[in-house]
């Protein structure tokens, strides 16, 4: 019989691509079901028990959030309620939103999801970026309630939150930049939405996106 070099044999190729292609098929799914599990949103017990998650709970927004450098990821992470001495989240530090640290997961995500629906009625993803989506016209807002010009503002506004609501139902009249933002005609009840939108929203871990939020105050150099 002639001998045939193994790799003009069909049986060798045909083998190898079933091999292949279940081998993959087998990994996209471990792999899909590992995306979904990062990617479920937390509880509020989870929190209060410190368990990290991607997507925290909504009732993060009783707690204070910070960002840091971590060495060990080689971007900034965010850090929920104080940072111990391992640069991880304590999820202890609350900070009062609208004069309350106790939202409750209900109240918390109802909040939250008003917000979100402000955010699609107004069509802010026009000029803005929401975690990747949307448009560069305007500044990211991935982690805008860390943009340092509010903890600079929030003094005469008597909070953060507070100055933020204010930017928005009157952008023009708080102006920053060149580059105006429009009066939307946004109410109190929506700003106060969209406030806890946005904080939720920077809880999130997003492997460091945007690169480069340079503005957050301390984000670099935060323990060496
Ligand atoms: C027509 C474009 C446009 C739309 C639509 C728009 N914005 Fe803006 N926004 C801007 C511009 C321009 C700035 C920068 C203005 C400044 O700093 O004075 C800005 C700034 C901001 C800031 C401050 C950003 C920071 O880093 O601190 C926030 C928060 C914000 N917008 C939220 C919103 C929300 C929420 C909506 C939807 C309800 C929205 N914007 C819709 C143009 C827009």
Redo the contacts with the bound molecule.
Sequence with gaps: MEKVSVWSSNRFWRRSATWVTGVSAVLLILLTFDSMAQMKMGTAADLKNKVDKRIPSPTVINYKIDYQLSRARGHEVPIIGGMDANGKSKYEVKEKFFGRDNYSEEEARTLIHKGKL??QA???M???TFLGNGAY???D?TK?WL?P??ETLAPAYGGKEYA?AA??QN?PA????E????N?G?TKDEAKA?VAY?KFMSAIDTNGFPRNFG?IKGAVNAWK
């Design positions: 402000t955010i107004k069509n802010c026009d000029c803005h016209y305007a500044p807002l805008a943009d010009t509010w933020i930017f928005l952008p708080m102006a920053m930049h580059r105006k933002m429009p939307l946004i969209v946005l503005k």
